[in-house]
């Protein structure tokens, strides 16, 4: 009898120990992607044949978001949102409906701010409120966030650290913001890329005209699958550090 309660107990332990080594496993690799470090993440390393390549847009969502969709559903390749909650306001049901297609959603801020004009109250309190305007529609907390203009101020690193948000930044940036035409930014992303890379585009703000990154985008896929690349969102990508 004693013999049974003595094995018995060591099979929970074990069982116990390998739940809690898994688990620690988890929150340490995530730990290492995040922003604890003040890590900004601009690509991730892989080896050299191991063609994989981010696709994100910034400052959705807007009505050329749905052709992005249309696109990115019949190239069969998940990306990754980084949207503005000010844009969530506007257009809710564009939101949802890239959430429902199984791409990822990030925080990028509610009202877009320049991050350094705001105290470390304000800024929480602009991201917090993206991030509650994305649980309504979507059900989900984002932990990836991409920073405003690519401004990186203290008030910004640690307020996203405390809110254990992972910065995601670029290392593929074809200056379609600046509204250039699609052989331009087609070819930007061709000549930059490289195995981990990510890149960056625009599928907002509203107001402004991204029909040359459309355009570009059907062509930027086909060109990249075609040198063997495969697209992954950036949570996969944090998977991989
Ligand atoms: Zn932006």
């Given at each position: 009898m004693k013999r049974i309660f003595i094995s018995t107990s060591l099979i929970f332990f074990l069982i116990g120990s390998f739940y809690f080594?898994?688990?620690?496993?988890?929150?340490?690799?995530?730990?290492?992607?995040?922003?604890?470090?003040?890590?900004?993440?601009?690509?991730?390393?892989?080896?050299?044949?191991?063609?994989?390549?981010?696709?994100?847009?910034?400052?959705?969502?807007?009505?050329i978001t749905r052709d992005i969709l249309t696109v990115l559903d019949q190239e069969k390749v998940k990306a990754t949102f980084?949207?503005?909650?000010?844009?969530?306001?506007?257009?809710?049901?564009?939101?949802?409906e890239i959430y429902s297609a199984g791409h990822e959603i990030g925080n990028h801020t509610n009202t877009h701010p320049f991050a350094f004009l705001l105290d470390k109250q304000e800024l929480a309190k602009d991201i917090l409120i993206n991030e509650e305007k994305i649980y309504e529609q979507v059900g989900i907390r984002p932990n990836i966030f991409r920073a405003p203009y690519a401004l990186y101020p203290q008030n910004l690193m640690e307020i996203t650290d405390m809110l254990g948000l992972a910065i995601i930044s670029w290392d593929v940036d074809p200056e379609d913001w600046k509204m250039?035409?699609?052989e331009i930014i087609v070819n930007r992303v061709m000549r930059d890329i490289n195995p981990g890379s990510i890149i960056l585009l625009h599928d907002g703000p509203p107001e402004l005209d991204r029909t040359n990154t459309l355009e570009a985008l059907k062509q930027i896929i086909i060109e990249l699958k075609d040198h063997g690349y495969q697209f992954l969102t950036i949570s996969e990508y944090l998977e991989k550090i």
């Amino acid at each position: 009898m004693k013999r049974i309660f003595i094995s018995t107990s060591l099979i929970f332990f074990l069982i116990g120990s390998f739940y809690f080594l898994n688990i620690s496993q988890k929150s340490s690799s995530k730990v290492l992607g995040a922003v604890q470090n003040n890590n900004i993440i601009r690509n991730i390393k892989v080896s050299e044949n191991e063609k994989v390549v981010a696709l994100t847009f910034d400052d959705g969502p807007a009505l050329i978001t749905r052709d992005i969709l249309t696109v990115l559903d019949q190239e069969k390749v998940k990306a990754t949102f980084f949207v503005v909650g000010n844009n969530i306001d506007l257009y809710p049901d564009i939101l949802q409906e890239i959430y429902s297609a199984g791409h990822e959603i990030g925080n990028h801020t509610n009202t877009h701010p320049f991050a350094f004009l705001l105290d470390k109250q304000e800024l929480a309190k602009d991201i917090l409120i993206n991030e509650e305007k994305i649980y309504e529609q979507v059900g989900i907390r984002p932990n990836i966030f991409r920073a405003p203009y690519a401004l990186y101020p203290q008030n910004l690193m640690e307020i996203t650290d405390m809110l254990g948000l992972a910065i995601i930044s670029w290392d593929v940036d074809p200056e379609d913001w600046k509204m250039v035409n699609k052989e331009i930014i087609v070819n930007r992303v061709m000549r930059d890329i490289n195995p981990g890379s990510i890149i960056l585009l625009h599928d907002g703000p509203p107001e402004l005209d991204r029909t040359n990154t459309l355009e570009a985008l059907k062509q930027i896929i086909i060109e990249l699958k075609d040198h063997g690349y495969q697209f992954l969102t950036i949570s996969e990508y944090l998977e991989k550090i």
